[in-house]
């Protein structure tokens, strides 16, 4: 359906704010932007469920309800941060949005949503989001990068041997031999699979059997997860802090991608929990680069403006040179943004995003979550596999499993 509204100029200040598309385009880009408007009285349908669109609806004036098909319904408000991301991205409209007041709401054009190299596949080379403007740090820390002159943190050899193997070659025990090369993960992995994760009928008490219990491929994912926390060193306690943080934030992500894959059954969970804990990476060498520096070279806000914006592209350029699989290595630059779509059904992105969402509605900043009907990770699910309601239930149901996860991985 093309929209007929009146076309309007609209302040680049106020579409620097929207989300997606403020991070996508720059100024003058922005300014190019031909966007409608369309006001509706209290009451009045703005759009409605299953109808196609070519446009990204944003609220901009008022109050309004968006409704499911089984007749819920959540508010949106102009004055809050949840109108600052799409009532609707896709092309057909999930939801049903009605004016509770008057409301103005702008249309811009889908295709907007098609332009970020990151959305679809890895970046052939990373670069400075122009957004980040005179940020010094990050541009010395790019500068630095792509000279070769940052060394970025390497997987320890137990970890890589393991995912080179090839078990139609060498056969179950000489992969098991890999792991006991190494006793330290040999003995932590055993643990993990005695663990209330796993719940064996009967205790694990070597390798052999470990593998046995969780397969080669879990196996893999499971000895990569557990020796990454090998690569958090620091030198200031600031930054040692910051990694612990992010480390914890991973783990806490990769936790809740293993139970929503269990929980919706269209993903493998062991491979979920990984890509859960490496979605935010990149942020590693930017803290380690951090570090190396004396404390006055550098502004923190600059520090805290560079990474939501190098992480995603410099996650994935570590996996690539990991040597990860295809599926895992997009997973940082993919779920980078709530709106970002890498497929037409659900994928092992769509998982993370929603870990991420549920991870973030957990904690005290759930006031800046779009609502999550509106995720396109949301809208590939089953009708009724998932609700907002059944969200927080999840968060309840799976608080003990999250804690033995964590114990796992952060002990």
């Known amino acids: 359906m093309t929209l007929s509204g009146t076309q309007v100029s609209v302040p680049v200040s106020f579409l620097k704010r929207l989300i997606p598309v403020g991070q996508y385009l720059d100024d003058a880009a922005l300014k190019q932007l031909k966007i409608k408007s369309c006001q509706f009285n209290p009451g009045m349908v703005i759009f409605s469920s299953g109808k196609e669109t070519d446009s990204i609806v944003y609220l901009a004036s008022g109050e309004a309800y968006l409704e499911v098909n089984n007749g819920n319904a959540q508010m949106v408000s102009s004055d809050t941060m949840k109108a600052l991301y799409p009532l609707s991205s896709e092309r057909f409209h999930h939801l049903t949005a009605i004016a509770k007041s008057q409301v103005t709401v702008l249309y811009l054009?889908?295709?907007?949503?098609?332009?970020?190299?990151?959305?679809?596949?890895?970046?052939?080379?990373?670069?400075?989001?122009?957004?980040?403007?005179?940020?010094?740090?990050?541009?010395?820390?790019?500068?630095n990068l792509t000279q070769g002159k940052l060394n970025i943190p390497n997987l320890p050899d137990v970890a890589v041997k393991i995912r080179q193997a090839n078990?139609?070659?060498?056969?179950?025990?000489?992969?098991?031999?890999?792991?006991?090369?190494d006793p330290v993960i040999a003995a932590k992995l055993i643990q993990v699979v005695n663990s209330p994760v796993y719940r064996p009928i009967s205790p694990i008490t070597n390798c052999l059997d470990a593998v046995n219990r969780l397969g080669i491929s879990a196996t893999r994912n499971l000895i990569t997860a557990l020796t990454m926390k090998n690569l958090i060193r620091s030198r200031t306690p600031l930054m040692k802090k910051r990694m612990q943080e992010a480390w914890v934030q991973s783990v806490k992500v990769s936790s809740?991608?293993?139970?929503?894959?269990?929980?919706?059954?269209?993903?493998?969970?062991?491979?979920?929990?990984?890509?859960?804990?490496?979605?935010?990476?990149?942020?590693?060498?930017?803290?380690?680069?951090?570090?190396?520096?004396?404390?006055?070279?550098?502004?923190?806000?600059?520090?805290?403006?560079?990474?939501?914006?190098?992480?995603?592209?410099?996650?994935?350029?570590?996996?690539?040179?990991?040597?990860?699989?295809?599926?895992?290595?997009?997973?940082?630059?993919?779920?980078?943004?709530?709106?970002?779509?890498?497929?037409?059904?659900?994928?092992?992105?769509?998982?993370?995003?929603?870990?991420?969402?549920?991870?973030?509605?957990?904690?005290?900043?759930?006031?800046?979550?779009?609502?999550?009907?509106?995720?396109?990770?949301?809208q590939k699910l089953e009708k009724k596999i998932l609700s907002p309601d059944l969200s927080l239930q999840i968060l309840l149901d799976a608080k003990q499993q999250i804690s033995e996860t964590m114990k796992l991985f952060t002990g």
């Open 167 to 181: 078990t139609d070659t060498i056969g179950i025990a000489e992969f098991v031999k890999l792991i006991n090369l």
């Open 256 to 378: 809740l991608s293993y139970i929503l894959a269990k929980h919706i059954n269209k993903v493998d969970p062991e491979e979920a929990l990984l890509a859960g804990l490496v979605h935010n990476i990149g942020i590693l060498p930017i803290l380690i680069y951090a570090d190396s520096l004396p404390a006055e070279s550098y502004l923190i806000s600059e520090l805290d403006e560079a990474i939501p914006e190098i992480q995603g592209q410099l996650g994935s350029y570590m996996l690539e040179k990991w040597q990860f699989p295809d599926s895992l290595k997009k997973v940082p630059v993919s779920t980078e943004n709530w709106f970002n779509n890498t497929s037409e059904s659900l994928d092992i992105n769509d998982i993370v995003v929603l870990a991420k969402f549920h991870n973030i509605l957990a904690s005290q900043k759930k006031g800046e979550l779009p609502l999550i009907n509106t995720l396109p990770a949301f």
């Open 109 to 143: 054009p889908r295709t907007l949503l098609k332009q970020p190299q990151s959305a679809n596949k890895l970046p052939a080379k990373l670069k400075i989001n122009e957004t980040l403007g005179q940020n010094v740090f990050a541009h010395q820390f790019m500068d």
